[in-house]
């Protein structure tokens, strides 16, 4: 299965100006090259994934953001699905530093099939499972709905400033169980994540280590509905960070 990536609403290329001797203006950059790797850094490249396809099926070896002349915003990353079973890569922007993004699963545990669909061993199902033709299983099939499906959304602040930020108008029913950050430079900062108006976490995540992630997750997972805006905050700065990234993790189930 190819997992889908980009068309997100952290899904842009971005760089750094100074503008009327203004530092650090961010601006989208359109047409900007995305390649993906296995791997954060280095040249090697057998580490390039290559085998994307785009959402009307043409292979590609690499992307370009928009230009926003395809009815998407200037500098977005392109919908597109990564290599059959490749669930995580980095991707980089005109060869610039790496970020992590997790793929989608499209089909969210549905078990959709218009074929006809054959297994040799046992067959657990998360969710529905339709077959369109015929279904040949040699062992049980376990319709067991614990098992979720897992995705992430994250919101990138730079140059690092405090307040609130829309991450998702969530478009399906899931959970918040996890909150992630990470800043570069400065001191220390604070962040938050909240699900209309209301924090998902007991207190406010600490970030007090320059390039280390620092994770927390609530006492019990935080409903989403459909409908339902969630946002991220940096609530406080020390020093000068240049850069805070935060990443909200989701269960679907």
């Given at each position: ?62 992307l ?69 033709g ?71 995540l ?9 994770s ?15 946002q ?22």
């Open positions: 299965m190819r997992y889908l990536y980009g068309g997100g609403i952290a899904d842009w290329a971005l760089r750094t100006l100074t503008v009327a001797e203004v530092p650090d203006v961010v601006q989208a950059v359109g047409g900007a090259v995305i390649t993906c790797w296995a791997s954060e850094a280095g040249s090697d490249p057998s580490d390039q994934y290559t085998d994307l396809v785009t959402l009307t099926g043409d292979p590609v070896a690499e370009a953001t928009s230009m926003g002349e395809d009815g998407r915003a200037r500098g977005v990353i392109p919908p597109f699905r990564g290599p059959d079973g490749v669930r995580l890569m980095w991707l980089s922007a005109d060869g610039g530093p790496r970020q992590l993004v997790e793929g989608v699963d499209e089909s969210a545990g549905d078990g959709t099939s218009t074929s006809s669909l054959s297994v040799t061993g046992d067959a657990v199902v998360g969710g529905d499972m339709q077959v369109a015929s279904l040949t299983v040699s062992g049980p099939i376990d319709l067991d709905d614990s098992r979720y499906t897992r995705f992430s959304r994250t919101v990138v602040v730079a140059p690092a400033v405090t307040g609130l930020w829309p991450v998702w108008r969530a478009a399906r029913t899931c959970r918040v169980t996890g909150v992630h950050a990470i800043r570069s430079g400065g001191t220390g900062a604070t962040v938050a994540a909240v699900v209309n108006g209301t924090p998902v976490l007991g207190v406010n600490s970030v007090p280590l320059a390039d280390v992630w620092t927390d997750a609530p006492a019990s997972p935080v409903a989403v509905v459909e409908g339902d805006s969630v991220v905050q940096v609530v406080s700065l020390a020093g000068t960070p240049t850069v805070v990234t935060i990443q909200l993790d989701f269960e679907v189930g």
